[in-house]
């Protein structure tokens, strides 16, 4: 790969002159195993203070337990004498979910360098959560938090005008105009009469035409439309297509009745 990404860069810069050749990637060291630690901020400032002075961070310590020598258990002891009350023991809690990472690094001439890869992560917990020490220090983070940040700040000559509603245009209203609702006349109560007295005029209505829509017949008879449909199940047919689709039509039987009513009065 070092081979290829050497003989790109050679034709790259045959091309182009100007352009610098791409630097090389050394990867002698990329198998080298590294141990990630997650560092809380104050220990991390402890340890930055101690590389100025040369000093040793911290000791790791692995305990194996014989009846269970895949579990081994990790500590780290601080080496600073005065913590400024960060607690001093810590157990270094392992973190399975890896994600693949690699440590990379940049000499001054510019050339990258893999320097390992990590093998394991580790978590920092305090052992002795109890102690004065870390009571203090959890009890000064939180009166820092409540330390308001932010300040008021008085304005000199101000009048409050900036603080005055605006005068905004607005457009010709409209007002909406309201319809005006439609009184229906109320509807004539209409008087059931007799059924016989009723299909004797259904009879004769049907003398002078053959079908008759129920509008119709409403206004004929003036009665209540539930009791005319009523008999007029019984008397007529109603059709539901053809021609005569929605009117009513004397049954036949009926229809011979009326036929032969007919002669006998005319006689």
Not at 15 to 36: G, H, I
Not at 75 to 97: E, F, H, R, W
Not at 177 to 190: G, L, Y
Not at 253 to 264: Q, W
């Amino acid at each position: 790969m070092v081979g290829e990404e050497k003989s790109t860069s050679s034709l790259g810069a045959s091309s182009n002159p100007a352009s610098s050749p791409a630097p090389s990637l050394d990867l002698t060291r990329a198998e080298k195993p590294f141990w990630l630690l997650k560092v809380p901020p104050r220990v991390s400032q402890l340890w930055q203070r101690q590389a100025e002075a040369g000093a040793p961070f911290a000791k790791v310590v692995l305990s194996v337990d014989p009846a269970k020598p895949d579990e081994p258990e990790f500590s780290l002891q601080l080496c600073a004498m005065d913590t400024g009350g960060i607690p001093k023991d810590y157990s270094l809690d392992v973190n399975k979910d890896i994600v693949p990472t690699h440590l990379f690094s940049e000499n001054p001439q510019g050339k990258l360098s893999v320097e390992g890869k990590v093998d394991r992560k580790f978590d920092m917990k305090p052992k002795n959560l109890v102690s004065d020490e870390y009571r203090k220090l959890c009890r000064d983070r939180l009166n820092k938090s409540k330390i308001k940040t932010r300040t008021l700040q008085v304005l000199e000559n101000d009048h409050g005008g900036f603080m005055r509603p605006q005068p905004v245009t607005i457009g010709p209203t409209y007002t909406a105009k309201k319809k005006a609702a439609v009184s229906k006349a109320p509807e004539t109560k209409r008087i059931r009469i007799e059924r016989q007295e009723l299909e004797l005029l259904v009879f004769k209505l049907f003398e002078q035409q053959s079908h008759w829509t129920l509008k119709q017949l409403v206004g004929e008879t003036q009665q209540p439309e539930a009791f005319l449909k009523e008999v007029m199940s019984e008397l007529c047919i109603y059709n539901k297509r053809g021609p005569n689709q929605g009117k009513y039509e004397l049954k036949p039987e009926f229809c011979k009745t009326t036929e032969e009513e007919k002669p006998a009065e005319q006689s």
